[in-house]
T-cell receptor, first 113, second 114 residues
Framework: DAMVIQNPRYQVTQFGKPVTLSCSQTLNHNVMYWYQQKSSQAPKLLFHYYDKDFNNEADTPDNFQSRRPNTSFCFLDIRSPGLGDAAMYLC????????????FGPGTRLTVL | GDSVTQMEGPVTLSEEAFLTINCTYTATGYPSLFWYVQYPGEGLQLLLKATKADDKGSNKGFEATYRKETTSFHLEKGSVQVSDSAVYFCALRPPTGANSKLTFGKGITLSVRP
């Protein structure tokens, strides 16, 4: 089945130690999104890629970076995780940015010690 | 800017009870409206959607009708099951031609007792 896959499902890192979260998709969608969801809150969009074009949200901290080496994969890099970065990170894809549904992966729950 | 307001939770119901979760929105034009469901420890799944006024989205016994006059998209189900226990998010997306950023409500937790 075509789908959005996130690895790992659970990630533990130490305060200040860089961490990378992975997302892959078999839908061949042009757009990939990263959301941060803190406990009992709505998902918050961090950034998205339309093909190779990177679109950062205005309030996304510089500590968060992303890479998209090809259509199928997109990575979220947190350069120096703080305790406040502990959250569920959701990857989503859509065929295009307008008029198309977003498909979400299962998420990676990040714990910062 | 665009916003979505959901009723305060959590909601606890007995199995087979009737469910209504209120959602109202503020947006220009005719946004698309969505309900997403998040089961414990999982990502979001699209439950249903409506793209124009008076459209009714339905899936798995859930329904919601796009009401432009009241700017609402309330979620209903006639008989809930324990397996419906989850967090429900209402969301909107600007009309086609604008960016497709989803704006979510805060979500509401539904617990269904056997």
């Amino acid at each position: 089945d075509a789908m959005v896959i996130q690895n790992p499902r659970y990630q533990v890192t130490q305060f200040g130690k860089p961490v990378t979260l992975s997302c892959s998709q078999t839908l061949n969608h042009n757009v990939m999104y990263w959301y941060q969801q803190k406990s009992s809150q709505a998902p918050k969009l961090l950034f998205h890629y339309y093909d190779k074009d990177f679109n950062n949200e205005a309030d996304t901290p510089d500590n968060f970076q992303s890479r998209r080496p090809n259509t199928s994969f997109c990575f979220l890099d947190i350069r120096s995780p703080g305790l406040g970065d502990a959250a569920m990170y959701l990857c989503a894809t859509s065929l295009r940015t307008t008029g198309h549904e977003q498909f979400f992966g299962p998420g990676t729950r990040l714990t910062v010690l | 800017g665009d916003s979505v307001t959901q009723m305060e939770g959590p909601v606890t119901l007995s199995e087979e009870a009737f469910l209504t979760i209120n959602c109202t929105y503020t947006a220009t034009g005719y946004p698309s409206l969505f309900w997403y469901v998040q089961y414990p420890g999982e990502g979001l799944q699209l439950l249903l959607k409506a793209t124009k006024a008076d459209d009714k989205g339905s899936n798995k016994g859930f329904e919601a009708t796009y009401r432009k006059e009241t700017t609402s998209f309330h979620l209903e189900k006639g008989s809930v099951q324990v397996s419906d226990s989850a967090v429900y998010f209402c969301a909107l997306r600007p009309p086609t031609g604008a960016n497709s950023k989803l704006t979510f409500g805060k979500g509401i937790t539904l617990s269904v007792r056997p």
